[in-house]
């Protein structure tokens, strides 16, 4: 009897002790579970704002010094995405100087003003007109006043000739009549900077300001909002195409010219003449300097041939589908 008894009290301490381990080792793995799941979360966060950190700190510290700066006016967003995946696009600082080049193509296009065309497009960049069959952009530098400018404008107003003048802030102090009228005929007024710099051999924030303060009193002084820019002496870089373009403005560059600027060696009137028309091309973006007399001298005939030969001239802004508001309207900012 008491061996029985015995035994019984053995079994029932045995399964208590049974009962006992697996309570115990089903807290255990419960603990293990909520501790791996915490541990993997903190883990988790601690990871990623030491990952964010340094890529933060990388950049305050100019770890990421390819990639252009915004420019002062809100020209990149300010709700960056700082995702790794996200590509960056980076254009080159590398200063270019341009020039049409001499080789042409079946169409007497120059062949590096249709290559530059195709590659800088997506930049806001125009260099010709490639596909414009029998249509010519006549374009004027105008960096301070020679006495040409009024007769150039009555051989247009003559042949009822639209054509773009790109200013300087020089200009307008010297011309400020010549600027009005160039509106008031209908002509297209285009930006060439405040003060003629190599644009890209500025900062970001004076390539803004050499555009803005030559818009901003354009459109204060005279009503009138330039979209169009020209670069000074065709100077620029990928880098500044892309500001440029971010600031609400075309490029403009051109598919013709020649050394017409220098006024105490002014080319021949006729050889002159002769080029101007041999050089005639679909979609040419031509760029002439008012400051030559011996562009005034041939305009009448130079606007003839070239009509007689088929082509049109038309407004680069225009052609781009670009508002120009009407003179002495109240016009509203791109920028």
Not at 50 to 74: E, F, K, M, V
């Amino acid at each position: 009897m008491k061996s029985r008894t015995l035994y019984i009290i053995i079994l029932i301490i045995a399964a208590a002790l049974l009962i006992i381990a697996a309570i115990s080792l089903a807290s255990s793995e419960r603990g293990a579970e909520q501790g791996g799941t915490g541990g993997g979360s903190g883990s988790q966060q601690q990871s990623g704002t030491g990952n964010g950190g340094t890529q933060s700190d990388d950049n305050q510290q100019g770890g990421d010094n390819s990639a252009p700066p915004p420019i002062d006016g809100g020209l990149a967003d300010d709700a960056a995405n700082p995702a790794d995946d996200v590509p960056v696009e980076v254009f080159s600082r590398a200063a270019v100087g341009w020039g049409s080049g001499t080789n042409r193509n079946d169409k007497n296009q120059t062949v590096d003003s249709v290559n530059a065309q195709a590659k800088y497009e997506e930049l806001g960049a125009y260099f010709i007109f490639p596909d414009d069959a029998g249509k010519i952009y006549l374009t004027f530098d105008l960096g301070y006043e020679n006495g040409y400018t009024p007769v150039i404008l009555d051989s247009l107003k003559a042949a009822g000739v639209k054509a773009t003048f790109f200013i300087t802030s020089d200009y307008v102090n010297e011309a400020p009549d010549i600027v009005r009228r160039i509106i008031d005929e209908g002509h297209t007024l285009a930006n060439h900077t405040d003060r003629h710099p190599s644009m890209p051999g500025i900062t970001d924030a004076r390539v803004r300001d050499e555009i803005m303060t030559l818009h901003e009193r354009i459109k204060d002084e005279f009503g009138y909002t330039m979209t169009l820019f020209r670069f000074p002496m065709g100077e620029y870089s990928e880098h500044t195409l892309d500001l440029v373009n971010k600031l609400g403005y075309k490029s403009i560059f051109w598919s013709f010219a020649y050394k017409d600027w220098l006024t105490d060696s002014q080319p021949d009137p006729a050889s002159s003449l002769t080029k101007l028309t041999d050089s005639l091309h679909d979609g040419g973006i031509y760029l002439l300097h008012a400051v030559s007399s011996t562009n005034a001298e041939i305009m009448d005939d130079f606007l003839a041939e070239a009509k007689a030969k088929g082509f049109s001239f038309e407004l680069v802004d225009v052609r781009l589908g670009l508002v120009k508001p009407a003179p002495n309207a109240p016009v509203e900012t791109i920028i």
